[in-house]
């Protein structure tokens, strides 16, 4: 099975003028990212940080525009009411994903950091994406990325895909996302995508583990995406493998 995903860093709908606008977003969205919609939308910072962590989008808006559907609706998958996912991650899908679970969570650290884990399936064939926004020190997200390894270790085996801002500028991973840390082996291009008018780094990343692979990476371009985030968007087609066990193996 094949999955095409988005993957965005929204800059909590903070314009490149310097102030809250998500009118590029939507034109973005509109005319350089979704055209044709892909099957997932993985936002990042798309709910701003102070309490009550409020969404910056409207997300009836967003399901219009792209005939995607917003995969928060219930209270128990939004950090608060006034929010729109968890701690800025919103997932969008395609209406013939089914969505059987999703797990929040917290990660460690100062700056609130976390994690959305979807266990969903299309066409009877399950799949696990892990929506993710990565603290800036190396040491910490090795800290965060074992704590992700060990829940998927400890959850039922399907093909999985790592996906967000991971803010990891080395293009080989760096300790965080290594076997070690992690206990399975992730892999995928790394383009550079930050900042948006010259990307140098490839802060953000689709991964998958194999046989899976991510067969095409796109660092998406144009006037709207540069007028509304710090980050250029990922456009990504991921060949999931079978959902196995092998090559997965509990952390210690």
Avoid: K
């Amino acid at each position: 099975m094949r999955l095409t995903l988005a993957s965005w860093n929204l800059h909590r709908g903070i314009s490149n003028g310097g102030r809250r606008d998500c009118a590029p977003f939507f034109a973005a969205l509109e005319r350089e990212i979704c055209a044709p919609p892909p099957d997932l939308l993985l936002l990042q910072e798309a709910d701003v940080d102070p309490p009550p962590h409020h969404g910056v989008l409207d997300p009836g808006r967003v399901e219009a525009l792209t005939g995607l559907r917003h995969l928060h609706a219930g209270r128990e998958r939004r950090l608060t009411d006034e929010s729109h996912g968890f701690l800025g991650l919103v997932a969008y899908a395609a209406p013939d994903i089914e969505v059987e679970g999703m797990r929040l969570i917290d990660l460690p650290g100062r700056v609130p950091r976390g994690a959305v884990v979807i266990d969903a399936a299309r066409g009877g064939a399950p799949f696990r994406i892990v929506l993710t926004h990565l603290s800036l020190a190396q040491w910490l997200r090795a800290v965060q990325m074992r704590t992700l390894g060990q829940h998927i270790a400890r959850s039922d085996p399907r093909p999985v895909i790592l996906c967000g801002d991971l803010n990891e500028w080395r293009p080989w991973g760096g300790l965080a996302l290594s076997a070690a840390i992690v206990g399975r082996r992730l892999a995928g291009p790394a383009r550079a995508s930050f900042p948006t008018r010259r990307p140098l780094l490839p802060l953000d990343r689709v991964l998958t583990e194999p046989p899976g692979a991510v067969e095409r990476l796109e660092v998406l371009d144009g006037p709207a995406i540069r007028r509304a985030s710090d980050h250029r968007p990922l456009r990504a087609r991921v060949r999931l493998g079978p959902a196995t066990s092998s090559g997965t193996r509990r952390l210690s």
